[in-house]
């Protein structure tokens, strides 16, 4: 691999002539990824590691976001002398179909009209994700993964690689996921995807020209999407019911009224303004969309032991004991379907106060475990 080639590095963006066949039926073409890569593709490409993001993450996993500044959302796992290394792997991140940062998705432009697609892109699912990002290993010249990581919608990804091109993978760490969502999971995305519907700024996903997005709406999904990835154990160390700073009134009556008297309050709201900085709200409704319509089994028959029978991967499981939006339970039924398909699979839960967030923040004992797995074979 030449060290010059335009194909490999930060920031880059393909447009692959397609046709990419949709689950729903759409052929899409062309199809824009945006990805990164690091580390040397080996000779005989058995070093590729392709990592898969979660809901609200994005390509920059080991790099500064463009957007805000902040440092990759994985730099806990990826970089020299961690799990998944540039030294010793090639690493491929791309930004999933149907988001907002460089791959095609509703904020993209529509070839047929020239203006972005808005609401008129086609509805994706997660295995038409991995489907794309399989036309990108074939443009980077990736053949067979060494591996496949993913956390969260990341791990749905993951499970759906083997399952779509179980000759493309030699092993799978799936963290913190699931294989369906649940119905309380559903209602959730759904209660977020109605904030963002309500808001009179949507103007039915047609908001773009105007520049003034449904930012109001797109908050208070975050809000309520973001509490269900921390647990009430964290909340409760980190916030509890402590009250912000305020002044007192003259006469020492306590003042009540509808501000952010709450630490809690103020911390959320700082993260549903956050992000309207740097997520597009057509891209939330599809995504979340996807998610809901993921189910492996439904896919393969019912059976979710059918999904891995054709694959001759390794796999790797890790759920967190306070992890109430993809619980352990969630992790072991994916175990028992793997037993059953007669795949080698590894399962650990770890303990975190920190809820459904823990893949993403420092943890010795994810990176130990991620690690192991992955040297093995290597």
């Known amino acids: 691999m030449s060290s ?39 000779p005989d490409g058995g070093n590729a590691i392709l990592i898969c993001h979660a809901l609200t993450m994005d390509q920059h996993v080991a790099s500064a ?16 002398g961690l799990p998944i290394d540039p030294e010793r792997h090639f690493i491929v991140c791309a930004n999933v179909l149907g988001s907002c940062m460089g791959s095609s998705g509703p904020a993209s432009i529509n070839p047929a009209t020239g203006a972005p697609w808005a609401m008129a892109f086609p509805v994706i699912t997660i295995r038409d994700m991995v489907r794309a990002q399989a036309m990108l290993l074939d443009h980077l010249g990736v053949g067979v993964l060494h591996a496949v990581v993913g956390g969260s919608m990341g791990g749905m990804q993951a499970l759906s690689w083997p399952a779509t091109f179980p000759e493309r993978v030699k092993a799978a760490v799936v963290i913190a996921s699931t294989a369906r ?17 309500a808001d009179p700024k949507w103007r039915g996903g047609d908001y773009y020209a105007d520049s003034d997005p449904p930012a109001a709406g797109l908050a208070v ?31 020492g009556v306590k003042s ?66 306070t992890d109430w939006l ?9 175990v028992h379907a793997l037993n059953a398909a007669g795949a080698p699979v590894s399962f650990v839960e770890l303990s975190s106060p920190f809820g ?8 010795p004992e994810l990176n130990r475990v991620v690690d192991g797995f992955l040297r093995v074979g290597a």
């Open 356 to 363: 459904h967030d823990a893949f993403l923040l420092e943890s």
């Open 326 to 334: 993809y619980p352990t339970p969630e992790s072991r039924a994916i």
């Open 221 to 251: 999904a975050r809000m309520a999407a973001h509490i269900t990835y921390l647990s009430e154990a964290g909340l409760t160390e980190k916030f509890g019911r402590r009250l912000q700073a305020r002044p007192d009134r003259p006469d």
């Open 256 to 321: 009540f009224g509808f501000d952010a008297d709450f630490q809690i309050e103020s911390y959320l709201r700082h993260q549903g303004i956050a992000f309207v900085d740097r997520f597009d709200a057509n891209s939330y409704l599809y995504i979340t969309r996807a998610m809901d319509y993921f189910d492996l089994a439904e896919e393969h028959g019912g059976h979710l032991a059918n999904a891995f029978k054709a694959s001759k991967a390794r796999f790797c499981l890790v759920s967190f004991d």
């Open 181 to 197: 969502h649940t119905a309380q999971n559903i209602a959730f995305h759904e209660v977020g995807r109605q904030a963002v519907m």
């Open 4 to 42: 010059t080639d335009q194909r490999f590095g930060l920031a880059r963006t393909v447009t692959l002539p397609g046709p990419l066949r949709l689950d729903g039926g759409v052929l899409l073409s062309p199809v824009d990824i945006a990805y990164e890569t690091y580390g040397t593709l080996a």
């Open 65 to 80: 976001h463009p957007r805000t500044g902040k440092p990759g959302w994985w730099t806990c796992m990826v970089g020299p």
